[in-house]
C-alpha cells in the first residue's frame, strides 16, 4: 500500500498548500507585498520566509518549506527503512542465522559479516541483508521464499546477479540492490518480479541496460538507477507501461530523445541530475503530459528551446540549477501555469527581465543564483538567496557591523596617513629619498579609505531598498571605477612595501657595497610603481568580452573569488595578480626580513662594540610586526582565492569582513610601523616641538620691542 499513500500523500499536501496560498489572495497586497495569513497587513517580499517572525500571527514564515516533491520522501524512506525501531515482537521463524535478528517475519543481518545469501524459514516476509560482503548472486537463490515481498542487499560487494538469481519472488515489491559493484544487469533478470513496484539500483557499475532486462516488472512503480554509468536510456517504458518515477541521476547521460521515453505516458517524475546532457529537442518530452516533477540540474545545458516545456500542463517542481546557461528566452515558462517551484541557482542570467516570469501565476517558490534577481519575480511569495552575505535586500552590507565600521576604518586610514605626509613634509630629515618613498606609500593606502568611504557613502544612499538597485550598481561605471580605486591601493602598497623592504635589505646585509639609490633612479621607480599599479587597475576596464563584469560581482565591487562560470580571461588575470604578483611580493617581504634579522644578530655578536648598531637592533625589533600585520593582510586572501579555484564555495559574509577589515589593515597599520613608531621620526617630531616653543617667546619679545619703539 505505501506505494499507493506516497502519492496520495505528496497529492494532499500539495492541495493543502495551494489552498493556504489562495487564502494569501484574498487580501490585496501591492506587487511585491504579502499579506500576514488573514491580517490585513501587508510585507514585503524579503521579509517573507527570512527567519525572522514579522506578522503578529507568525504568517510570514509559515509554509516557507518547498515541497520538492517525492524524490526527497522516498530518499527519507531509503534511510529508515532499515533503522524504524519496531516494537519487541516474538519471532515466527524457526531457521534464521544467530548473527542476525528476527521479529515475527522480518530477518536483519545487517553488519553481520555474510559473504553468501543466508538459509532461513521459508515463510519469510522480509529479508534485511545490508553491509554484508555478499558478491553473487546464483541461479535460484531466493527460489524458496514465495511470500517475500521486501529484499535488502544493498551495501554489499555484489558483482555478478545470474539470471535467475530472483526467480520465484512473484510476491516481491521492493527491491534494493544501490551500493554494490554491479556492471551488468542481463535481459530477463527480473522475469519472475510481476509485482515489484520498487527497484534501486543506485550506486553501481552499470554501463548500459536494454529493454529485455525489464521483462516480468509490468507493476513498476519506482525506478532508482543514480550515480551508474549509464551511457544512453532505451526505450525502458516500451516493457514498463505503468513506470511513474525514473531517476537516473549521477549518470553518463549525453542526449535524451522523445524515443527514450515513447511509451511513458504515466511517468510524473523524472529526474536527470548530475548527468553530461547538453541538447534537449523540442518534442522530447511530449510523451509525458502527466509529469509533476522534472530535474534537470548539474547538467551541460546552455540554451533551452522555448517550447521545450509546451506539453507540461500539470507541472509543479523544475530544476534547471547549476547548468551553465547564461541566457534564457523571455517566453521560456509561458506555458509552466501550474508550476510551483522554480530552481535557476548557479545560473548568471545575464538578459533577466521581468516577463521571463510573468506567467508563472501559482509560483511560490524560486531560487536564483544572486539574490539581486528576486526583484524580477516580485509576485513570487518565497525567493532565495535572500542575500549574498555582503549585501541584503535593504542594504549594500547586510551587517550593521559593517555598515558602522566602514566609516570608523576608512577615518583611521585616511587620517593616519595623511597626518603621516603632512608631518614627514613639515619636518626635515638627511634621508628625503626615503620620505618620498613613504609619503608614496601613504598616498597609495590613503587610497583604500577613500574606497571604503565611497562604499559607506553608497550604502546609505540605498539605504532600505538596496536591491531595487543592486543589479544597477553593480554593471554601473560607479562600481567599476572605485573596484578599480581599490585594486590600485592594494597593489601599488604591494609593490611599495616590496621596493621599501629591498631597499633596507640591501643597506642591512650588504652594507659595504655603499648601494644608495639615487634620486633619479627613487623618483623613476616609483613613478614605474604607480603606472604599473595604474594599468593593472584598468586592464579589466577595457575589454568586457574577455573580463566580464570583473569589479562588479558583488556590492563591494572587488574581486577576491572566481565564480563557477566567469570567464578564463578574468580567472587567469585574478589569479596571475594575488596568486603570482602579491604571493611573490609577500615572499619577498618574509625572506628579506628574516636575512636582516640574521644579519643584524650574527653583525652583533660578532662586534665589540654593540652601540654601533643600536639603531639597527631596534629597526629589527620591529621587523616581526611588519611580516605579521602582512601575514594577517595577505595569507586569508592567498587562501580565499585557491579555495575559490577549488570550487569551494565562499560565503559572501567571509568576502565582506576581508574587505573592511582584513584587506585594509596594512593600510591602516602601515602609518604606524613606518612612521609614527620609528625612533628618528619620534626625535625629528619632538625638535620640531622644542624648537616651536623656543620660537614662542622670541615673537612676543621681538613684539614687545617694536611697540616700545613706537
Same mark, same amino acid.
Given at each position: 500500500m505505501a506505494p499507493v499513500f506516497l502519492p496520495l500523500t505528496v497529492l494532499a499536501t500539495i492541495a493543502a498548500s495551494s489552498a493556504f496560498r489562495t487564502g494569501f489572495q484574498t487580501i490585496s497586497c501591492p506587487l511585491g507585498y504579502f499579506p500576514c495569513g488573514n491580517l490585513s497587513v501587508c510585507l514585503p517580499q524579503p521579509l517573507h520566509c527570512n527567519g525572522v517572525i514579522e506578522c503578529e500571527n507568525g504568517a510570514d514564515e509559515d509554509e516557507c518549506a518547498d515541497l520538492h516533491g517525492w524524490p526527497n520522501l522516498v530518499d527519507w524512506y531509503f534511510n529508515q527503512v532499515t533503522r524504524i525501531n519496531n516494537e519487541p515482537e516474538d519471532c515466527w521463524l524457526n531457521v534464521y542465522p544467530k548473527r542476525c535478528t528476527c521479529a515475527g517475519f522480518i530477518v536483519t543481518c545487517e553488519d553481520a559479516g555474510l559473504i553468501t545469501v543466508p538459509s532461513v524459514s521459508a515463510n519469510v516476509i522480509k529479508l534485511k541483508l545490508m553491509h554484508n560482503n555478499i558478491t553473487t548472486l546464483i541461479d535460484d537463490q531466493f527460489i524458496r521464499y514465495r511470500q517475500l515481498d521486501l529484499l535488502v542487499l544493498q551495501n554489499n560487494s555484489i558483482h555478478s546477479i545470474s539470471t535467475r538469481a530472483f526467480a520465484g519472488l512473484f510476491r516481491l515489491k521492493k527491491l534494493f540492490l544501490s551500493n554494490n559493484k554491479i556492471s551488468v544487469l542481463k535481459p530477463g533478470v527480473f522475469r519472475d518480479l510481476h509485482r515489484l513496484e520498487w527497484l534501486i539500483v543506485d550506486n553501481n557499475l552499470i554501463g548500459s541496460i536494454t529493454p529485455k532486462t525489464f521483462v516480468g516488472l509490468k507493476s513498476l512503480f519506482f525506478l532508482y538507477m543514480m550515480n551508474n554509468s549509464l551511457g544512453n536510456i532505451p526505450n525502458i517504458c516500451s516493457v514498463l507501461p505503468e513506470l511513474n518515477w525514473l531517476d537516473v541521476e549521477g549518470n553518463s547521460l549525453e542526449t535524451i530523445e522523445k524515443k527514450n521515453f515513447q511509451a511513458c505516458s504515466k511517468i510524473t517524475v523524472l529526474v536527470l541530475r548530475n548527468n553530461k546532457i547538453r541538447y534537449i529537442k523540442e518534442d522530447t518530452f511530449s510523451t509525458m503530459p502527466l509529469m509533476v516533477e522534472l530535474d534537470l540540474s548539474l547538467n551541460q545545458l546552455q540554451e533551452l528551446s522555448p517550447s521545450v516545456f509546451k506539453d507540461f500542463e500539470h507541472l509543479q517542481q523544475l530544476n534547471l540549477s547549476h547548468n551553465p546557461m547564461n541566457y534564457i528566452h523571455m517566453d521560456q515558462f509561458d506555458h509552466l501555469v501550474t508550476l510551483k517551484s522554480l530552481d535557476l541557482e548557479g545560473i548568471n542570467i545575464f538578459n533577466i527581465q521581468n516577463r521571463m516570469f510573468k506567467n508563472l501565476g501559482n509560483l511560490s517558490h524560486i531560487y536564483f543564483n544572486k539574490f539581486e534577481y528576486c526583484r524580477y519575480s516580485p509576485h513570487v511569495r518565497?525567493?532565495?538567496?535572500? @542575500?549574498?552575505?555582503?549585501? =541584503? $535586500?535593504?542594504?549594500?552590507?547586510?551587517?550593521?557591523?559593517?555598515?558602522?565600521?566602514?566609516?570608523?576604518?576608512?577615518?583611521?586610514?585616511?587620517?593616519?596617513?595623511?597626518?603621516?605626509?603632512?608631518?614627514?613634509?613639515?619636518?626635515?630629515?638627511?634621508?628625503?629619498?626615503? @620620505?618620498?618613498?613613504?609619503?608614496?606609500?601613504?598616498?597609495?593606502?590613503?587610497?583604500?579609505?577613500?574606497?571604503? $568611504?565611497?562604499?559607506?557613502?553608497?550604502?546609505?544612499?540605498?539605504?532600505?531598498?538596496?536591491?531595487?538597485?543592486?543589479?544597477q550598481w553593480m554593471d554601473s561605471m560607479k562600481c567599476q571605477l572605485i573596484g578599480a580605486l581599490a585594486m590600485l591601493s592594494t597593489e601599488v602598497s604591494v609593490m611599495l612595501l616590496t621596493y621599501m623592504t629591498l631597499e633596507k635589505y640591501m643597506c642591512i646585509v650588504f652594507p659595504f657595497t655603499h648601494y644608495r639609490p639615487g634620486k633619479r633612479q627613487t623618483l623613476s621607480t616609483l613613478v614605474s610603481i604607480w603606472i604599473a599599479g595604474f594599468i593593472i587597475a584598468v586592464i579589466p576596464l577595457w575589454n568586457h568580452a574577455i573580463f566580464g563584469n570583473y569589479y562588479g560581482k558583488n556590492g563591494v565591487c572587488f574581486p577576491l573569488y572566481s565564480e563557477q562560470f566567469e570567464s578564463l580571461g578574468a580567472r587567469g588575470y585574478s @589569479?596571475?595578480?594575488?596568486?603570482?604578483?602579491?604571493?611573490?611580493? $609577500?615572499?619577498?617581504?618574509?625572506?628579506?626580513?628574516? =636575512?636582516?634579522?640574521?644579519?643584524?644578530?650574527?653583525?652583533?655578536?660578532? =662586534?665589540?662594540e654593540r652601540s654601533l648598531f643600536s639603531?639597527?637592533?631596534?629597526?629589527?625589533?620591529?621587523?616581526?610586526?611588519?611580516? $605579521? @600585520?602582512?601575514?594577517?593582510?595577505?595569507?586569508?586572501?592567498?587562501?580565499?582565492?585557491?579555495?575559490?579555484?577549488?570550487?569551494?564555495?565562499?560565503?559572501?559574509t567571509v568576502t565582506s569582513w576581508v574587505v573592511i577589515f582584513i584587506l585594509p589593515i596594512n593600510s591602516a597599520l602601515n602609518p604606524i610601523l613606518y612612521t609614527i613608531t620609528t625612533a628618528s621620526f619620534q626625535e625629528k617630531l619632538k625638535q620640531c616641538l622644542w624648537n616651536q616653543e623656543l620660537l614662542g617667546p622670541k615673537k612676543s619679545l621681538t613684539s614687545t620691542t617694536q611697540m616700545s619703539s613706537v
Open positions: 518565497s525567493c532565495k538567496p535572500n @542575500t549574498d552575505g555582503i549585501s =541584503s $535586500f535593504e542594504n549594500l552590507l547586510a551587517n550593521i557591523i559593517l555598515r558602522v565600521f566602514v566609516w570608523v576604518v576608512a577615518f583611521i586610514i585616511c587620517f593616519g596617513n595623511l597626518f603621516v605626509i603632512c608631518m614627514r613634509s613639515c619636518i626635515t630629515t638627511e634621508n628625503r629619498l626615503h @620620505t618620498l618613498s613613504i609619503k608614496s606609500l601613504c598616498c597609495a593606502d590613503c587610497l583604500m579609505g577613500v574606497y571604503l $568611504f565611497f562604499i559607506g557613502a553608497f550604502d546609505m544612499k540605498y539605504l532600505g531598498e538596496y536591491n531595487k538597485n543592486a543589479q @589569479t596571475g595578480i594575488f596568486l603570482g604578483l602579491n604571493l611573490l611580493a $609577500f615572499i619577498i617581504i618574509v625572506f628579506s626580513y628574516t =636575512s636582516m634579522f640574521y644579519s643584524i644578530h650574527k653583525t652583533g655578536a660578532q =662586534s665589540a639603531r639597527e637592533v631596534a629597526i629589527a625589533k620591529r621587523f616581526f610586526f611588519i611580516v $605579521f @600585520t602582512d601575514a594577517l593582510c595577505w595569507i586569508p586572501i592567498f587562501l580565499m582565492k585557491l579555495l575559490s579555484l577549488l570550487e569551494v564555495e565562499i560565503p559572501g
